[in-house]
């Protein structure tokens, strides 16, 4: 049994983007915008898809136009199940490639298609595909956190939310694993199932900035909030959680949890959903600051950050920014997506 990280990257360091800054609208003018992107939508025949971790603004368009707010498993869900022949996709990249791989006869457009993400970014197609044929014994999961061109080499994909449960059915079938991109997330798998697996080394710069030292200064603090912690966080910051999960699990867990004060380890674009369900609760961000920070996100996404009203509005406007391609990289891809997919409903 194993989880040793196997492959240190090759690829250049990642370059992180600097937030962008939207100019501040004006009540009136937000509310002119909002409509316009409505219009839009309707002439597309569209619906907007949006992640916990974008601009509140954005969540609350896409709920208020029958569209979707959710982690990025819901989001696959959701843009398959949807009759709309054209997909908003507010997130990141590989959200609106998965959506294009699961609906190729329908238009998929993101507000940037610069918005990637470091875990897509640290893991190359081409050196993952060398790693894979260096382990040709092991099934190949990959974290939905990646390329088209990744999740065609893989067997399987996962999301945060159903990590767990694919991992432990591989395992359980004796099966190893060769895992894809995020250590820190494919370490609490192996610890919780068992698994053999071999590790790639890769990490969100979200995530990887929670620091274990100032958490449990925080905690102290706070001595009755309750811990939620992403998986992607390291060892020493998943290790004081009093919940750890996905986005949905989180936001469920400040709902139930009796706690009056929650500690949030995860990126503070989920605080606006937590806020909607839980509007009495008193959210606290985990600190990234101190010794040996770095501040590249300070818990929140740059590439996230791309996703704005202005963008949206332009590229609904324009056609511009549609997701392609390959239909030969994406008939691949849609099998490693459709097993999570398949799996995932045969739980329900």
């Known amino acids: 049994m194993t989880h040793d990280v196997a492959h240190k990257l090759a690829s250049p360091r990642i370059e992180v983007p600097k ?13 002119a915008l909002k409509e316009r992107i409505k219009r839009l939508l309707q002439e597309r025949d569209g619906v907007l898809v949006a ?29 398959a199940r949807s009759n709309a022949r054209t ?6 990249r590989f959200m609106g490639e998965t959506a ?3 609906n190729p ?38 974290y939905a956190n990646t390329s088209a061109e990744v999740k065609a080499r893989a067997d399987w994909t996962v999301t945060s939310g159903i990590a767990l449960d694919i991992v432990r059915h591989l395992h359980e079938k004796g099966e190893k694993i060769l895992w894809a991109p995020d250590k820190h997330l494919g370490r609490y798998v192996q610890r919780l199932t068992g698994a053999d697996m071999l590790l790639w080394d890769g990490a969100c710069v979200v995530h990887e900035e929670f620091k274990g030292f100032a958490l449990d200064r925080l905690r102290r603090l706070h001595p009755n909030a309750a811990v939620l912690v992403h998986p992607e966080s390291p060892d020493e910051v998943v290790d004081q959680a009093d919940v750890v999960g996905s986005t949905t699990a989180l ?14 380890a995860t990126d503070d674009g989920i605080f606006w959903k937590m806020h909607q369900l839980a509007p009495n609760k008193k959210l606290i961000p ?14 929140h996404c740059p590439w996230m950050a791309m ?17 392609h391609i390959d239909p030969a990289i994406r008939e691949r891809a849609v099998v490693s997506i459709q097993r999570m997919l398949d799996f995932a409903e045969g739980r329900r």
Request: glycine fraction near 6%; include cysteine.
């Open 19 to 31: 937030h962008p800054e939207w100019p501040e609208l004006a009540p009136a003018e937000k509310q």
């Open 100 to 102: 294009k791989i699961l």
């Open 251 to 264: 936001i469920k867990a400040v709902q139930e949890l009796p706690n009056e004060e929650f500690i949030v």
């Open 87 to 92: 997909l908003a996709v507010c997130g990141v």
């Open 51 to 79: 992640h916990y971790y974008v601009d509140g603004d954005l969540q609350e368009l896409a709920e208020e136009t029958g569209g979707c707010v959710a982690d990025s498993l819901e989001m696959a869900r959701f843009g």
């Open 286 to 299: 985990a600190p990234t600051a101190g010794e040996g920070a770095t501040c590249e996100s300070c818990a």
């Open 307 to 323: 996703n704005a009203l202005q963008n949206l509005e332009a590229t609904l406007r324009t056609g511009a920014n549609e997701i």
């Open 105 to 142: 006869e329908k238009t998929v457009l993101m507000p940037d298609l610069k918005a990637t993400c470091s875990l897509d970014e640290g893991c190359p197609a081409d050196l993952f595909s060398d790693f894979c044929d260096q382990h040709p014994d092991r099934t190949v999961v990959v």
